[in-house]
């Protein structure tokens, strides 16, 4: 799977866009970009994922660079309830099982 | 109506013993997993199943053995426990063997002392 590499925080207002970037430069033509969260303690949360084309969905959009060796996710009004761990994950789904390798993640912090 | 639930939320025990955590999902998916969020937060995937069959198994000690009665459930054993088994233990399921969405349970902190 290719690696991938996130800041370790970030900070938003409340109400504004938080852009969350994830390097991924060693990607294969055939593997997923996908994007999960963990609020404190609790268990991940799936996001939103992508192959090529930008995506968006009723929690985030997804942005992925041309040549798709990097990737932002977009939440596009940032509340309380968004801080939380976010993940990027690089795999190939496969009939062999979908196996999310998490990395250490970027601890979003949305404040007032 | 939670999705996936697991329990206990909780666990408690001493070196030595021999736990089990049971996990079930009311989603109707074929697929279910479990996973290890270590005290340094990274998690890793243990084992998945898929209607019943093994089909991850990754490098767990063999003290770990996951049992799946029916696809709807997916339990994990663990024979004389060592510290380093503390750690949040964490269920999850997805529609199938290679749905990009797994639906994650609320954990099940276990603690070895």
């Known amino acids: 799977d290719a690696k991938t590499t996130q800041p370790p925080s970030m900070d938003c207002a409340e109400g504004r866009a938080a852009n969350l970037p994830c390097n991924h430069s060693t990607i294969s033509g055939n593997e997923y970009v996908y994007w999960y969260r963990q609020i404190h303690s609790q268990g991940p949360q799936y996001i939103i994922h992508?192959?090529?084309n930008n995506e968006t969905n009723e929690m985030a959009s997804l942005i992925i660079t041309e040549d798709r060796k990097s990737s932002t996710l977009i939440l596009p009004h940032a509340t309380l309830r968004d801080t939380a761990v976010y993940y990027c994950i690089v795999r190939v789904a496969t009939g062999g099982g979908n196996k999310l390798t998490f990395g250490t993640g970027t601890q979003l912090k949305v404040e007032l | 109506d939670t999705a996936v639930s697991q329990t206990p939320k909780y666990l408690v025990t001493q070196m030595g013993n021999d736990k089990s955590i049971k996990c079930e999902q009311n989603?109707?998916?074929?697929?279910m997993y479990w996973y290890k969020q270590d005290s340094k937060k990274f998690l890793k995937i243990m084992f998945s199943?898929?209607?019943?069959?093994?089909?991850i198994n990754e490098t767990v000690p063999n003290r770990f053995s996951p049992k799946s009665p029916d696809k709807a459930h997916l339990n994990l054993h663990i024979n004389s426990l060592e510290l380093g088994d503390s750690a949040v233990y964490f269920c999850?399921?997805?529609?199938?063997?290679?749905?990009?969405?797994?639906?994650f349970g609320p954990g099940t902190r276990l603690t070895v002392t």
């Open positions: 199943y898929n209607n019943k069959e093994l089909i």
């Open positions: 992508g192959l090529k």
């Open positions: 989603l109707g998916h074929d697929t």
């Open positions: 999850a399921s997805s529609e199938n063997r290679g749905s990009y969405e797994q639906y």
